[in-house]
């Protein structure tokens, strides 16, 4: 693992990444390599899993696709899988390309055979996004009623989010631009994506606004510009951070961490060595 800083003074948006302590709203922890990111991240994901378990009865965790969270659940599966009480997680996923669960480009697919195979989840705890209906629409209105069943609140809370980000700056199917970003009502949304399959199906930013934790999993150089981008944040001057959605994943009354390696992590490195303002705080 590397230092986000060189110098002997940090800043407060940079946290040491030996720190065992929470990171707080938009800790950022660097690493050099995806293999080093995922195994960290596994690590504090494990430990956090059996805390909030001592305090509630089940632990409500949101699965990502692509391939930086399939590190993570290979590890999960693995070197911790004797350490999570599975039998206490409900897992349910931010969202999912619209095509059937055996198609390889489905999220449920990836995570079955990284993650839920390996695995002694219930199969009652698991709760993944229906792409069975004629018009995904529908489907969204299907998982929003499965969400409201189990969270009995105005928004669900979920325990932890996993997500990851693409080199636009989308987080799950949220990508830049998109009508799904205005809406502040619905839970599930059908959205479009520019590349295939185009439809999809996501969770609205008001859910993602009120997880208790929210975990970004970032590999890879061609993503520095969005994670830049997105560690700035979301400001209410302009629409600017519909260009990078990932900016506006900001909850409420939780916590977002970011799991980086350090090619996705260079330009913001750059930026605390020159001494410029990281998420309005002096580097």
């Known amino acids: 693992m590397v230092s986000a800083m060189k110098s002997p003074r940090k800043s407060p948006g940079i946290t040491d990444v030996n720190s065992k302590a929470d990171s707080g709203p938009r800790g950022l922890h660097i690493f050099p390599d995806v293999k080093a990111l995922s195994q960290a991240a596994a690590r ?3 430990d956090r899993i059996k805390t909030t378990l001592t305090a509630q009865a089940s632990f409500s965790l949101v699965l990502a696709g692509g391939s930086t969270p399939g590190v993570l659940y290979q590890l999960l599966a693995s070197e911790y899988r004797d350490q999570i009480p599975w039998a206490q997680l409900h897992l349910f996923w931010g969202d999912e390309r619209y095509v059937p669960p055996s198609d390889p480009r489905s999220n449920y697919r990836m995570a079955r055979e990284t993650l839920l195979g390996h ?4 199969k009652e705890n698991l709760h993944p996004m229906p792409t069975e209906f004629p018009e995904a629409e529908k489907a969204a209105a299907a998982y929003e009623r499965l969400l409201r069943n189990h969270f009995p609140a105005a928004w669900p809370r979920f325990d932890l989010v996993l997500l990851g980000m693409g080199p636009d700056g ?26 295939e399959p185009v439809q999809r ?19 890879g150089a061609e993503k520095s510009g969005a994670l830049r981008q997105a560690l700035a944040g979301k400001t209410d001057a302009s629409d600017d951070w519909k ?26 490195e750059a930026s605390v060595q020159g001494g410029r303002q990281i998420n309005g705080r002096q580097a």
């Open 44 to 46: 504090n994901l494990a």
């Open 119 to 122: 695995v002694p989840v219930p």
């Open 170 to 195: 989308h987080t799950a199917s949220l990508f830049p631009n998109s009508q799904a970003l205005d809406e502040q009502e619905r839970w599930v949304a059908a959205s479009r994506a520019p590349v």
């Open 201 to 219: 199906l996501t969770l609205t930013l008001p859910v993602l606004n009120h997880a208790a934790q929210v975990y970004f999993l970032v590999a």
């Open 243 to 268: 260009r990078c959605p990932a900016a506006a994943v900001q909850p409420m009354q939780g916590a977002v961490t970011w799991w980086t390696d350090q090619a996705a992590a260079k330009l913001i």
